[in-house]
């Protein structure tokens, strides 16, 4: 009995062993089998891989290619056309200027670096920025009467999104690195020093923005005194409890270093003379530094919103008064100022701004520093500025 048992037990060992040897054969061969598939595959997918490489490396250099040519061609059609004396020329395309041709390069592409406005005092404050406005459509950040009139502190100059800043500062050191470290993108307006003297004048004789809220208090005061006597007192400064004035020298200073601000870092010089006589070709300008695509349709509007009646239906409507908006016109201070006039601005400028004539021939603005707008020389006085 007990031989029986060992005997089938034995069986079943050897039973159970043949089924091991013939799974591990399966499994060996099922292995194989996979191995060669696996690789197959692995082949399979390593040549698919290379074949999408060499075609994405195709279609890279292709298209870099294509950049690479466009920008040939926009470069091959990039000329000075303000040959700067400081060695910097200004640049557009000779038939497509940048701010069309960088949009065409790079589809979508927009400059969102912040915008700055900064305007001399009775410059033409609100004519620019009705045109950054409209060109940009981004709306405006102008710094409260609150936050007083420390033109040289960076501290107001706040950049939102949607949003462009605008106020009279000038470009003292910290508002220079304000302006580098925010990678702005500045827009000065300065006007011709003899016509802006006018304007200020007659900013504080008439006081104009009484009606808006904005009042100085100062008409009474200058209704005392003869026009030459009251544009003499502008002139110099004043301290009184009716008449608080740092004096001219100040927007002397002011563009100035406006002027001296643009050969450190690229800015903007726009000036009101030239705006009013050659409003199409300054708004180009503009748009081109801005990189903004400038159509007709918008630039028709712009130059038909902006024109001194537009300016000031649109002032009357919104505020009930257009006081603010004289004529303006470029020169008409010669119909204004008497000789001695002249001569104290000279003065002044040789105290506070006594690089202001070299810096405005060197860049190209001698009309703001120019009494006769057809005369050459910088320090010019009107032949019927006699006193009389």
Known sequence: MSGTIELLFLAGVLALMALVWRLTR?????????????????????????????????????QRHMIELKMAQTLERLVPISPAKNGRDILECRDVPLNVALPTLF????????????????????????????????????PTMSAGSDYESAGPIVFECGK????????????????????????????????LAVSQYFHFAHDVDAEIGYATHTAGYFSQMGQDEGIALLLSGATSEHFNWHGFGYY???????????????????????????????????????????????LGGLVDSSSLNSMRE???????????????????????????????????????????????EELGFSGVTTALVESVHPRAVPSNANGK
Not at 182 to 188: D, T
Not at 329 to 358: E, T
Request: hydrophobic share 45%; net charge positive; glycine share 4%.
């Open 314 to 360: 649109a002032r009357i409507s919104a505020v009930g008064t257009g006081k603010h908006f004289r004529k303006g016109s470029p020169g008409d201070h010669v119909n204004v100022l008497k000789s001695w006039h002249y001569h104290m601005i000279n003065q002044i400028k040789v105290i506070f701004a006594p690089r202001l004539d070299a810096l405005c």
């Open 252 to 298: 002397l200073r002011q563009t100035q270093e406006i002027l001296q601000f643009s050969k450190e870092y690229p800015c903007h010089i726009m000036v009101y003379d030239s705006l009013v006589q050659n409003k199409h070709r300054e708004i180009q300008r503009l748009a081109a530094f801005l990189n903004v695509e400038l159509t007709d349709e918008l």
């Open 26 to 62: 399966h499994i060996k061969a099922a292995t194989k089998t996979m191995t060669f598939e696996l690789e197959a595959q692995r082949s399979v997918v390593e040549q698919s891989m290379a074949e999408m490489a060499q075609a994405t490396a195709s279609a890279l250099a292709s």
């Open 107 to 142: 589809p979508g592409w927009q400059d969102v670096r912040p915008v700055f406005v900064a305007t001399v005092f009775k410059s033409g404050t609100k004519l620019l920025e009705h045109i950054v406005a409209k060109l940009t459509g981004l709306e405006i950040n102008a």
């Open 164 to 195: 462009f800043f605008i106020w009279h500062n000038v470009p003292s050191h910290t508002v220079k690195t304000r302006l580098i470290e925010a990678h702005a993108r500045p827009i000065f307006l300065i006007r011709n020093i003899y016509d």
